[in-house]
C-alpha cells in the first residue's frame, strides 16, 4: 500500500465514511467528461477522492434540469412544500454524524464548529417552512385613485436560481440561500466550492429522501471559473457567497445578462470593548468572535478596539482565555480549534502574520504554523501595536489572528470600527445593552450583536443578513431572503374605465379635475402623518 493510499484509509477510518459513500455522492453528479478534481482532507493533506471537473455543457444540462422541474414544483401545494423542507430538517438532524464527519473531512474544522452548521440548517430549515410562505402571499396596496381603482400585488418565482458557495461554512451556506428559493417555488442549480462538494452531495441525498422532485435541486461540481460563469449564463437569479474579488466578476456577469444577484462578501470586522464591559465575558466573546473556525468566518473579528481604562486586564484575560484552546484535527469534541483549508490559505496567514511583525507589530500569543498538530494548522495569534498600513491590518486575514488596539473613548472605537471598506459584522461589548444598541445604531455593518459575537445576529432567521460596502449586495434570511427570489406583479383594475378624459368632457374641464385630484392626495399624506403622531402619543 502507498503512503498516500494508507493515509487515505487512515483518515476516512477516523470518520465513519467510507471511500464507497464518497464515491456514490459523487456519482450524483451528472458530467459527460472524464476530468475529476482530488478532494482532499486538510487533517492530513491526504487525497480522500474525486469529483467531476463539470464543464459548460453539463452546467446546461444541469440548468435543463431544473427549468424542467421548476414549474411544477412552483404549482406544488405550499402545504406540501412546506413538509418536504420540514422532513429535510429532520433528516440532516438524523444523520448529523454523517454530516459532521464530511464536514470535518473536507474543511478540517474542528467537530464543535461543524456542530453550528448542522444546528444552523435545521433551525432554517424549521423558519422556512413554518414562517417562509407569508413572503409571497399575495397582497393589497393603495390604488392610484382608491376606490375608483385598486392595487394588489401577487408574486412569482423567479424561475431557476443559481448558487454559488465557499469552502468554510459548506453546509450552512449551501443551504441558507437554497432553502428560501425552494420555498418560493424556484427550482436551484447549486455549485459547491471545488474543496468541499460532498458536504453538498450529502445534502442532494437528503433532499431528494425528503421528497424533493427531481430536478429541483441539482448540483454541478467543478472549477468557479468555468462552472461559475457558465451557471450565471443560464439562471435567472445568482446567489453568490465567496470573496470580494469574485463578487464583483459574478456582479459584473449578473449586470450584463441583466439577472438579479445577491453578494455575500468579504469582511474585517471590528469588535469593540467599552469601557463598561464585564471583562471575563468579553474575553471569552472576543476568542469565539476571533477564532471560531480557525478564523475563516466571514463574521470573524480580525480588529478589537478597547477602551484605554480597561484595555490591559481585558487584553491579559484575552490572551489567557486563547492560550487555553486547543488545536487539533480530531474527529471527535477533544479540540476547540482545526485546521486551515489548505497550504494557499496557511500561506496566506503567515504573510500577514510576517508583514505584521517586520512593520513592528507584538505578537501577544501565537503566531506560528504547527506542523506537529496538523499540516496546515495555525495558532490562534493576538497582535498590538499593528501599523495602519500593515496587510494584516487592510486586508481580510481570513485566519486565527486578530489585532487589539486601545481607544480613548466611544466616539473613536466607533470611528476605527468604520474605517473600513466592509461593513459585515460588528461585535460591541457593555454592562449595558441600551449604550450597545445606541453604539450599533453608528455602526456601518449589516448585523451587530450587542454582548455575542456572531451567533445571535446569524441565527436570527427571521432577521436580514448581509453587508455594507465591499462586504455585499443584498440581504440573505428572514422575508427579504426569500423576495431576492420572486418578480412581483401588481394588478391594477379600475372600476370606471379608463383613466383618461371621460367622453363629452372637455379637456380643460378634465385638466382641472385632475390638479384638484393631486391637490387632495397631496393631503391624504398629512392626514396619515396625523394618524401616526395621534398613535405614537398614545391615542
Ligand atoms: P472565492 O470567491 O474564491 O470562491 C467562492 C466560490 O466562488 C467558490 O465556489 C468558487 O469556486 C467560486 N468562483 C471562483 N471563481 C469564480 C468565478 N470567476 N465566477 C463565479 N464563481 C467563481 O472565495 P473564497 O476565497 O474561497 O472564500 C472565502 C471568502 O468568502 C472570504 O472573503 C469570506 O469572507 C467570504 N465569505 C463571505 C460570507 C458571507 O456570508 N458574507 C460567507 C463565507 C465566506
Redesign the pocket.
Known amino acids: 500500500m502507498s503512503l498516500e493510499t494508507e493515509s487515505r484509509a487512515n483518515v476516512l477510518a477516523a470518520t465513519g465514511i467510507s471511500a464507497s459513500r464518497l464515491a456514490a455522492l459523487a456519482d450524483r453528479v451528472d458530467a459527460d467528461g472524464s476530468e475529476t478534481i482530488e478532494v482532499r482532507a486538510p487533517a492530513t493533506d491526504t487525497a480522500v477522492g474525486a469529483v467531476p471537473d463539470c464543464d459548460g455543457s453539463d452546467v446546461e444540462r444541469a440548468v435543463d434540469r431544473a427549468r424542467a422541474a421548476q414549474s411544477s414544483w412552483a404549482e406544488t401545494a405550499m402545504d406540501e412544500r412546506r413538509e418536504i423542507v420540514a422532513r429535510f430538517g429532520d433528516l440532516v438532524l438524523n444523520h448529523r454524524a454523517e454530516l459532521l464527519d464530511i464536514l470535518q473531512l473536507e474543511t478540517g474544522k474542528s467537530r464543535r464548529h461543524a456542530v453550528e452548521e448542522v444546528v444552523d440548517v435545521a433551525l432554517t430549515c424549521s423558519y422556512y417552512a413554518d414562517r417562509g410562505d407569508a413572503a409571497f402571499r399575495e397582497e393589497r396596496r393603495r390604488g392610484a385613485i382608491p376606490p375608483a381603482t385598486t392595487a394588489r400585488v401577487t408574486y412569482e418565482p423567479v424561475g431557476v436560481v443559481g448558487a ?6 459548506p453546509l450552512t ?1 449551501s443551504l441558507t440561500d437554497v432553502l428560501p428559493a425552494l420555498i418560493a417555488g424556484n427550482s436551484v442549480v447549486l ?5 468541499t462538494p460532498y458536504t453538498a452531495l450529502a445534502l442532494a441525498d437528503l433532499l431528494e429522501r425528503a421528497g424533493l422532485p427531481d430536478g429541483c435541486f441539482e448540483i454541478v461540481t467543478g ?3 468555468t ?3 457558465a ?2 449564463d443560464r439562471v435567472d437569479y445568482i446567489s ?8 464583483r ?2 456582479a459584473e ?1 449578473a449586470g450584463r445578462n441583466l439577472i438579479g444577484c445577491s453578494l ?4 474585517k470586522n471590528p469588535l469593540l470593548v467599552l469601557d463598561d464591559a464585564d471583562i471575563e465575558e468579553a474575553a471569552r466573546g472576543a476568542v469565539q468572535a476571533c477564532f471560531s473556525n480557525a478564523g ?4 470573524a473579528a480580525e480588529r478589537v478596539y478597547v477602551a484605554d481604562s480597561i484595555h490591559d486586564e481585558f487584553v491579559e484575560a484575552f490572551v489567557a482565555a486563547t492560550r487555553d484552546l486547543t488545536l487539533g484535527t480530531g474527529f471527535d469534541y477533544e479540540d476547540d480549534v482545526g485546521s486551515l483549508i489548505d497550504g494557499d490559505q496557511l500561506e496566506r496567514v503567515e504573510r500577514h502574520v510576517e508583514d505584521a511583525r517586520e512593520r513592528g507589530a507584538t505578537v501577544l500569543t501565537g503566531g506560528e504554523r504547527r506542523p506537529d498538530v496538523g499540516p496546515f494548522c495555525y495558532e490562534p495569534t493576538i497582535l498590538t501595536d499593528l501599523e495602519p498600513e500593515a496587510t494584516a491590518a487592510c486586508e ?1 486575514t ?1 485566519g486565527p489572528v486578530v489585532s487589539v488596539e486601545s481607544v480613548p473613548n466611544v466616539a473613536t472605537a466607533i470611528e476605527r470600527a468604520n474605517d473600513s471598506e466592509y461593513g ?1 459584522n460588528a461585535s460591541v461589548w457593555t454592562g449595558d445593552r441600551e449604550r450597545g444598541v445606541a453604539v450599533a445604531r453608528e455602526i456601518d455593518c449589516g448585523t451587530v450583536c450587542v454582548n455575542d459575537a456572531y451567533v445571535s445576529g446569524w441565527a436570527a432567521v427571521d432577521a436580514p ?3 455594507f460596502g465591499d ?2 449586495l443584498g440581504r ?1 434570511h428572514g422575508p427579504e431572503g426569500i423576495k431576492r427570489y420572486l418578480e412581483s406583479r401588481t394588478i391594477a383594475t379600475s372600476r370606471t374605465g379608463p383613466l383618461d378624459v371621460p367622453p363629452g368632457v372637455p379637456t380643460a374641464w378634465y385638466a382641472r379635475g385632475m390638479f384638484a385630484l393631486a391637490r387632495l392626495q397631496q393631503r391624504l399624506p398629512t392626514v396619515a402623518s396625523v394618524t401616526r403622531r395621534l398613535r405614537d402619543a398614545g391615542f
Open positions: 454559488i458557495s465557499p469552502w468554510n461554512y451556506l455549485k459547491p466550492d471545488e474543496k472549477r468557479g471559473a462552472v461559475g460563469p451557471l450565471i453568490f457567497t465567496g470573496s470580494t474579488e469574485t463578487g466578476l459574478v456577469q455575500e462578501l468579504g469582511g475563516q468566518l466571514c463574521l481580510e481570513f459585515l443578513m448581509g453587508g462586504s455585499g440573505r
